[in-house]
């Protein structure tokens, strides 16, 4: 049994500081909450330090890549950095225990590659990758970024998100990036009727994306389970489209339900 800690040793234990790491928490803490990002000044105002007090934090957070500034813009935002150390732990690293063995046997099963897209500020980031076993592969790159627009993952994370999350989604694809047209109601609107996405790859030729939602124990979405389809000239592959809707839907449920996910 652990020892009752006394008084004297909690009151020894609150005397105990890091003045600088504290400053760099309280920068980290703030920006997290800021999808926008904040000014140098704006930080100082809400932490109530003074521009000297922080500045040296800043820029080795920025040297560390923990944060960075906006092109063209003095706001401050947080970086991917964050992201690859949250992606050690929970719930990423849950997923990606969960989805990683069902994707293994999804691409066994179709003889397709596949991969599991999640979003991260503005655009889908692949966070498992499976490779077909066949000898003939087209896939994705683990770590590759998906826009939002003209993609199946975009799509499927879009049209699942309630509509806050979707404006705010919106809101923060990059510059860079195909945006919102006329038509995103209408797709928005198939997408869930349909229950999964299935379009043309915007990227390479030849390739039909197929896409199913993958859930949380909250019955969120978190992710977006893709196959680039393609089918063999020579008539050699042995599942058919629809054959591949149905064992893709399976697996996304499967990770779903090991997620917690409960079907209404």
Request: aromatic share 8%.
């Amino acid at each position: 049994m652990d020892k009752p800690i006394n008084k004297g040793e909690q009151s020894k234990r609150k005397q105990y500081s890091a003045p600088a790491l504290e400053k760099g928490l309280d920068i980290l803490e703030l920006l997290s909450n800021e999808s926008e990002g904040l000014s140098i000044g704006e930080i100082t105002t809400r932490l109530k330090r003074s521009v000297g007090e922080l500045f040296r934090m800043l820029v080795v957070l920025q040297q560390r890549g923990y944060v960075s500034l906006e092109p063209g813009s003095d706001r401050y935002v947080l970086t991917l950095r964050m992201f690859g150390l949250a992606h050690r732990f929970p719930p990423v690293k849950r997923l990606t225990s969960v989805a990683a063995p069902v994707l293994r046997r999804l691409s066994y099963d179709i003889e397709q590659s596949c991969h599991l897209v999640i979003y991260y500020e503005g655009k889908g980031h692949v966070v498992v990758q499976q490779d077909s076993p066949s000898e003939r592969v087209f896939s994705v790159r683990l770590g590759a970024e998906a826009p939002l627009m003209n993609t199946c993952s975009g799509h499927l994370l879009l049209a699942f998100a309630d509509q806050v999350n979707r404006q705010r989604m919106l809101s923060r694809i990059p510059e860079n990036h195909p945006k919102a047209d006329n038509d995103i109601d209408k797709m928005l609107k198939k997408v869930l009727a349909q229950g999964y996405e299935n379009i043309r790859s915007a990227q390479a030729q030849g390739i039909q994306d197929i896409g199913y939602p993958v859930f949380d124990h909250l019955n969120e979405v978190v992710a977006a389970l893709i196959v680039p389809f393609f089918e063999y000239i020579d008539g050699s592959h042995p599942t058919s489209p629809s054959d591949a809707h149905i064992a893709i839907k399976q697996a996304a449920l499967d990770i779903s339900y090991a997620l917690g996910y409960q079907k209404n």
